[in-house]
């Protein structure tokens, strides 16, 4: 009987010239006759992300303006009218600026509501309506509170109100 040797150990580099790649390759689905499918696969995945890049672009950068794929909250459209973009003057241009303050345009933010700054108006006029509005508000809470009350002493009291 013939003695079987132990064959000696292969490491490094004599290692990896005697592994056979393509066998677990193949196994894996990425063998040399599986080239064409994954070149398909790319192309596909290519075009496919090439045209939501471009769609994603052009929603961002609509020249149309109005026709974006973005669906706008029903808030956002009815308050979109009250919302335009301010132009300010040009920080040298004293006369602009001068003016510019004086019609109230310091007071919100590059973008705010159009409908707060009157363009004909001054800012000591501005300010003014601002505490009429407010005055109005705290009285039309005060008048609904004394209506409320006598509306609750009467229902009290067994008359039918409302």
């Known amino acids: 009987m013939v003695r079987k040797r132990f064959q000696e150990t292969k490491t490094g580099i004599e290692y990896l010239k005697s592994v056979d790649y393509d066998k677990y390759l193949r196994k894996v689905g990425v063998g040399k006759e599986d080239h064409y499918f994954w070149k398909q696969i790319g192309k596909a995945l290519l075009c496919t992300y090439t045209l939501i890049g471009t769609v994603w ?14 669906p706008k ?7 979109a009218h009250l919302y335009d973009r301010r132009e300010f003057p040009y920080p040298g241009d004293e006369e602009a600026m001068e003016e510019f303050v004086a019609k109230g345009g310091m007071i919100g933010t590059t973008i705010g509501p159009k409908g707060t700054v009157e363009t004909d108006k001054d800012s000591y006029n501005f300010q003014k309506q601002l505490q009429e509005k407010k005055f109005e508000q705290e009285a039309q809470k005060l008048w609904f509170r004394m209506r409320n009350e006598v509306i609750q002493e009467l229902q009290d009291k067994g008359y039918d109100v409302e």
């Open 57 to 70: 672009v052009y929603n961002e950068t609509s020249p149309l303006g109005w026709w974006t794929l973005k």
């Open 73 to 79: 909250p029903k808030e956002e459209r009815e308050l």
